[in-house]
Antibody, heavy 119, light 107 residues
Framework: QVQLVQSGPELKKPGASVKVSCKSSGYTFTAYNINWVRQAPGQGLEWMGSIGAYTGNTNIAQKFQGRVIMTRDTSTSTAYMELRSLRSDDTAVYYC????????????WGQGTPVTVSS | DIQMTQSPSTLSGSVGDRVTITCRASQSISNLLAWYQQKPGKAPKLLIYDASSLDSGVPSRFSGSGSGTEFTLTISSLQPDDFAAYYCQQYNIYPFTFGQGTKLEIK
């Protein structure tokens, strides 16, 4: 069965970086994109960007450009999202989700990774 | 960026009610619109894609319609499991933007 399993909760200080992983199984990793979506406490969903698992090409929301790096390791079917220069308003749950480009949007999601930014 | 506006922000209903949520795009997105359901503490779940296609395993009481800039999600007969938050998302043009969400509450 399709699964996306994310890394565990993170507590970071302002100015630090965080790297969240998303390990896929149960499907051909390189046939899909991996999207990253975050949700601040009590707020809605915010799309951050996506990476093509085959090409490694990324599309990053302008708000995050320069602070977000999305990578993937096809040998382990794992995608990564690194967010730098953390601020308190980056406190959120970060989700990865699979997308079949041009066909089906975010049909399988990871369980979410809570990231807390606090001094 | 394409702005997605959902209405209402909050909706109250009773079991058995028919309810509709609207999503408007700031420019045409063809039919590349998805609807997600999210329960507290859980990841969103895809309900509908391409504006009207039901994802696998989604009950038939959910339906979607629309194209261009106006879209609706309808639940034909509310069930206890349906009380949750609902989000629309356009995936026509990057960045893929979400609506602000609609919270469906028990009346």
């Amino acid at each position: 069965q399709v699964q996306l399993v994310q890394s565990g909760p993170e507590l970071k200080k302002p100015g630090a970086s965080v790297k969240v992983s998303c390990k896929s199984s149960g499907y051909t990793f390189t046939a899909y994109n991996i999207n990253w979506v975050r949700q601040a406490p009590g707020q809605g969903l915010e799309w951050m960007g996506s990476i093509g698992a085959y090409t490694g090409n990324t599309n990053i929301a302008q708000k995050f450009q320069g602070r977000v790096i999305m990578t993937r390791d096809t040998s382990t079917s794992t995608a990564y999202m690194e967010l730098r220069s953390l601020r308190s308003d980056d406190t959120a749950v970060y989700y990865c989700a699979r997308e079949w480009e041009g066909a089906v949007p975010l049909d399988y999601w990871g369980q979410g990774t809570p990231v807390t930014v606090s001094s | 960026d394409i702005q997605m506006t959902q209405s209402p922000s909050t909706l109250s209903g009773s079991v058995g009610d028919r309810v509709t949520i609207t999503c408007r795009a700031s420019q045409s997105i063809s039919n590349l619109l998805a609807w997600y359901q999210q329960k507290p503490g859980k990841a969103p779940k895809l309900l509908i894609y391409d504006a009207s296609s039901l994802d696998s395993g989604v009950p038939s009481r959910f339906s979607g319609s629309g194209s261009g800039t106006e879209f609706t999600l309808t639940i034909s007969s509310l069930q206890p499991d349906d009380f949750a938050a609902y989000y629309c998302q356009q995936y026509n043009i990057y960045p893929f933007t979400f609506g602000q969400g609609t919270k469906l509450e028990i009346k």
